[in-house]
């Protein structure tokens, strides 16, 4: 998964989750061949906004038309992450994240775009929206600790809350970290 924040604005900030990327640049060990250490913990919350239009002329311009898309997401992510030079001098922060991610293609909501917003109007018809959880850097079975990501309501939401906090807990103990697999999940120019 891939999202791009705001790609015409600096500084370009990317969420990744590529398996490709980071087995090319072994991400989980120091230059000197050590356990790459994660000395740092945030949570952010982003919210994603994407909206093009396009205009198709029939017929030699008889009939035109115009086609829009457009959605919106709110990502909750919590992370233990370095921050590491590439060779062409980005900052990449490496690391695990738990990510809740939830998105809607109706941006004419008139509230502020939250995930609990979301799952409130999702509740009550007003909106239609889709939530999951993603995992990043951590490789070992998570089971029970998922929920299957679907429509967005409150009902779905509490449980979707309670995994969200179990999976910190347990991904974030000290008896987890002999299963991180750090990954890129920012760039930072």
Known sequence: MSIVLDPGSAPRVDLLNSTKHNEKNN???DSDGSKLQLPFTDAKYHVIRKSSQAETTFLAGIFGARASQS???????VRRYNKIKSTTGETINVGVAVRMIAATSELNL?????????????????????AAINVVGFNFSLGDLL?????LDV??????????????????????????????????S
């Open 147 to 151: 929920v299957e990501p679907g429509n």
């Open 71 to 77: 959605f919106a997401s709110v990502v909750h992510e």
């Open 27 to 29: 991400l989980d060990a």
């Open 155 to 188: 009902e779905s939401f509490v449980e979707l809350e309670q995994s969200f906090s179990r999976l910190q807990k347990f991904i974030f103990s000290t008896d987890a970290e002999q299963h991180y697999a750090p990954m890129a999940i920012e760039y930072v």
């Open 110 to 130: 008139g509230f502020e775009l939250t995930i609990p917003n979301l799952a409130a109007a999702g509740q009550l018809n007003n909106t239609e929206a889709f």
